[in-house]
């Protein structure tokens, strides 16, 4: 059988509740594709879908109409097939607050029938081998949160599906889950992880889906959506008695000139080396130079801020996937565990 390149697809996803108030859609027609290896941020603001997404694919939310495939697998009809190969944290699992990190995990593999020299491994893979004999109850949130992955990590899954995992931690624990993100995509592994903070996962994510009221607006690697986003600028501060002298050699060559806080900023500029040789073949001479590109917050601004609230009036979404666009990273090992969660908000959700 051919290795499916993606390890999540989904056409046309849409699911709606049933409140009191009528219905509300969670998710109004989601095509996403996430490639096989590396970090995935599912990106968006709070309400845009994300959860209900991640529940679909996990078979505790049913899908109103469209599809969804993990590893090339039909979910939630072919789930079980698949769900030895997917861990996810919705939501935190309990641990027993007087027992040690490891013991915790020793009971957890034993209850899923893992092998039990599996904890050392994972507990090195989420970086707690220095603090893993020490009672959970001691432990930081960050190191909670490391915990449950390393928990997740068992049954050795090669799809990780993360909601918003650093919710509540202080910079040290986002840190922490950033950079054992990090290191299970180095691993091989594929790891989605869903945020509506967008400058935290432009730090570790290698692609992202952006979506807004249920639908997908971009997607692609980081690198390009930064750099196909308009916005770029070079600022450029000379002496004050040079700032007239610098404008007008600038404009002069053809560049396009504000000023900002008594410097010049240079609009859709990159080349900082070719301002700066502009600039001293007429004596003048920069003492600071800056490019400045836009980060993900302005490229996902750029994409939504013709959305209309409550409206229908959507931006055309944008893929940027191009050939050789894909992360390029395959493999990591079988995996036979699964922790999808529970299920307790609605009366439309299932279990697989
Ligand atoms: N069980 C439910 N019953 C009714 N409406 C729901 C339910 N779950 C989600 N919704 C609604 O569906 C929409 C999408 O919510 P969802 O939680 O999937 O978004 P999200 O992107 O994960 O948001 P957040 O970042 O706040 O978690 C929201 O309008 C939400 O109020």
Known sequence: MAVPDLAIETHGLRKTYRTVRGRTVGVESLDLAVPVGGVHGFLGPNGSGKTTTI????????????TASVFGVEVPRHLPDVVARVGAIVESPKFFPAFSARRNLVLLADGIGAPRTRVDEVIEQVGLAGRSRDRYRTY???MKQRLAIAATLLKDPDLLIFD??????DPAGIHEIRETMRSLGDQGKTVLVSSHILAEVEQVADTVSIVTRGRLVASGRVADLLGEATGASVLVRVAPD?????????????HVVRSEDGALVVDGATDAAALNRLLGEQGVWASEIVVRRPDLEQVFLGLTQHDVPGGTSHRSERRLWGGGGRTARHGGPDGTAADAGTSDESTDEVRA
Do not use: C, I
């Open 55 to 66: 529940r679909m694919l996990l078979g505790l939310v049913r899908p109103d109409s469209g």
């Open 140 to 142: 930081s949130l960050g």
């Open 164 to 169: 918003e995992p650093t919710n509540g931690l």
């Open 242 to 254: 040079d700032v007239g002298t610098a404008e007008r050699v600038l404009v002069t060559a053809g």
